[in-house]
């Protein structure tokens, strides 16, 4: 598989951090990094991680299946919407603004819209507590969300489009 | 701009140079005491910076708070085998936010952390395991590293002494039970994140099955302040045996939520009502969680109470990993038992059975009093269950979901039978639902 030449320098970086005979330890970051510029991890993906780093497919299919920012087979929304309703979030509305998202893009829990532009996931804490309710929207922090701020949000995302 | 305003009762000691001008970069970090801790190390011996260590009182502020010098002094030293120094940034307990802002804020005073560990016991390469929600700051701490080897700070033989150091990040990918050590370790090694069985503990087979120092951001965090105040003197800023200061997370039902360094022992009220700006809306306070979710929950009519491992243990608590959830009288106690035990059961790796199990049956069943469907006997129920997870898994996750579950219904219990009380099944006899013992 050919990777784009951004994400074959970051895969040479990532290797590159452990030593060579424990290069299976690059595993988890290839896969991330890879989602990241590729938009999904296919299993065309997870055969060349698994030679990168001199492991079976198998092997790979087994440690991603863990991670739950890793998608697959399902790839998520090019605009990852993560609302978090935890404990701090859920004093402070985060379960409010997880209905309101809810019936605004028509999508459940780890749903994608057909046109696959956004996504939406409830997640566990974020580590945004003393700022809640708080949401990410692929890796950007908002914090003291509002239903407006949200609408507001979610607005933006479709006008990036 | 810093994420809340600080509070002028703060001891600021970690958080020092929160605040000015490009803190993150090398030149501003030396200009302000960067280093100087780690230049006095390298004049010690490792046993002297292991002492201390030990005298400074400083204990893992991850959450268990065992003593970090005592853990350094568990490295076998003269094992041939590499030693390696890797940071916990997997921050994920409910309710905690501050190695967000220590390595936001202050990156290179971690990697001085980092290196005077390297030197007390030996080590010549650190990781950072950095959870994956948090990319920016990953960017953040690679920038940091990257000018600290460009200025010499970092590599081979660092400012003409000898010593020799390597730091990398590693990225998590969204696992809670990675923030556990050993799980954290299978998890660098590329597996997924499942504890290991211990002992072997990681300061005698670690990381690659190598002697390993395994801290939390915030303690590797406080090693340079030691190290320039004395650990003596760092001690005396906490409470006796809870040396230091600690960042607490305050989040909930408060004007002013936020990250503040406060004093080990700082009471919890004054931390509610002055540092915090008191309750929203002038509602009463109805209880706290003092450290991250799985805490046994404390009422308001225990907050008077100092904030350090040993007053927190003293009232069947603890002081975690310093994330104070404050909840006033609004607040309903079985959706709070639902959620904290929501987030257990999908966090649980699955590992060991009572957790795996033990998780989703408390899920199940306080989704139905939630729900409006319970049964008569499932306070009782969720109790027992809860009781029978205790100290029967490999990490401590299984201890984490049922302690706050046992607090919350054995302090809370007419609420859960209120709910009971409108249930169409109240009247379900227990006989009905009886879990088969033994089975």
Redesign the interface.
Known sequence: MTLPQELEQKFSEIIG???PE?K??????L???SQDALGKITPELVNEVARR?GVFPLQVE??LT?????HFPKPMGKYHVQIC????C???GGPELWELACKRLGLGHKEVSADGLISLEEV?????????PAI?IN?D?H?FVTPEKLDELLDNLRQLQ | MLFNEPSPLETKVLTRRFGLPNSDTVDSFLANEGFAAFRKAVTMTPEAIIDEVKKSNLRGRGGAGFPTGMKWGFVPRNSPKPKYIVVNADESEPGTCKDRLLMQYDPLQLIEGMMISALAVGAKRGYIYIRGEYRYLIDIMDRAIADAYAKGWLGQNIQGTGFDFDVFTHTGAGAYECGEESALLESLEGKRGVPRIRPPFPAVAGLWRCPTVLNNVETFASVPSILLMGGEAWANLGSPRNGGTRLFCISGHVNKPGVYELPMGFNLMRMINEVAGGMKGGRHLKAVIPGGSSCPILKAEECDIAMDFDALKAVNSMLGSGGVVVMDETTDMVKVALRIMRFYQHESCGWCIPCREGTLWLKKILTRVEAGMGQRNDPALLHELANNMLGRTFCPLGDAAAMPTISIVEKFRDEFDDYIRRSPMASVAEAETEVPVGV
């Not at chain 1, 566990?124 to 809640?132: D, K, R, T, V």
Request: glycine share 2%; net charge neutral.
């Open positions: 951090k452990y030593p424990y299976k330890s690059a595993l988890v970051p896969l991330l990094y780093v087994e440690v863990y991670y739950s920012m890793l309703t935890n404990v701090s859920q004093l402070t566990e804490c974020i580590g945004a507590c003393s700022w809640a990410q890796y922090f914090h």
